[in-house]
T-cell receptor
Framework: DAGVIQSPRHEVTEMGQEVTLRCKPI?????LFWYRQTMMRGLELLIY????????DSGMPEDRFSAKMPNASFSTLKIQPSEPRDSAVYFC????????????FGPGTRLLVL | DAKTTQPTSMDCAEGRAANLPCNHS???????VYWYRQIHSQGPQYIIH???NNETNEMASLIITEDRKSSTLILPHATLRDTAVYYC???????????FGTGTSLTVIP
């Protein structure tokens, strides 16, 4: 299995630009999570989906952030407009049915907003 | 979810057992103890979890005190590749959120 796939691995953009991060969960997993990690705040859960439906987006910092999961094999996290304080590593993770204790994380996308 | 307390950093000699403590004095009866680790520049990796009995798998052992207010993750023979940040998390099994906290930075020394 290829594991959770994220793209791009690195993204450098200028303040005000739109940023789209992509995630392909492990086939057969029905939960998908988006996390953000910074030195100051550690690893934070932003939003998670179950069967493509957003369940809890209380961790999304503000309206500039949005996430979608149009099908079981693809999800996006979009930031529009981006700001320097959005610079972080963004992780996507997925869990198989009935095994919420094991989240499989992707390699992350390192975002730098100038 | 209950709050956990871990030491900020620890060192361990290669080949020796690494014992990583975690305090979770406010843990509820239905909350499990989970351990994840994060190797530099990678995503977190699941290690082990338990409720009240000690658990062992191919990666580590988890020792939970009888009152469940603390636990210890044991890496029996630490290698250089075990250098990572180790997170202790308590949550209900059906909960979907993981509060990772700041973890313990373990350095395995040759």
């Amino acid at each position: 299995d290829a594991g959770v796939i994220q793209s791009p691995r690195h993204e450098v953009t200028e303040m005000g630009q739109e940023v789209t991060l992509r995630c392909k969960p492990i086939s057969g997993h029905d939960y998908l999570f988006w996390y953000r990690q910074t030195m100051m705040r550690g690893l934070e859960l932003l939003i998670y989906f179950n069967n493509n439906v957003p369940i809890d987006d209380s961790g999304m910092p503000e309206d500039r952030f949005s996430a979608k999961m149009p099908n079981a094999s693809f999800s996006t996290l979009k930031i529009q407009p981006s700001e320097p304080r959005d610079s972080a590593v963004y992780f996507c993770a997925s869990s198989p049915p009935g095994q919420l204790e094991t989240q499989y994380f992707g390699p992350g996308t390192r975002l730098l907003v100038l | 979810d209950a709050k956990t307390t871990q030491p900020t950093s620890m060192d361990c000699a290669e080949g020796r057992a690494a014992n990583l403590p975690c305090n979770h004095s406010t843990i509820s009866g239905n909350e499990y103890v989970y351990w994840y680790r994060q190797i530099h520049s990678q995503g977190p990796q699941y290690i082990i979890h338990g409720l009240k009995n000690n658990e062992t798998n191919e990666m580590a052992s988890l020792i939970i005190t009888e009152d469940r207010k603390s636990s210890t993750l044991i890496l029996p023979h630490a290698t250089l590749r075990d250098t990572a940040v180790y997170y202790c998390i308590v949550r209900v099994r059906t909960g979907n959120q993981f509060y990772f906290g700041t973890g313990t930075s373990l350095t395995v020394i040759p």
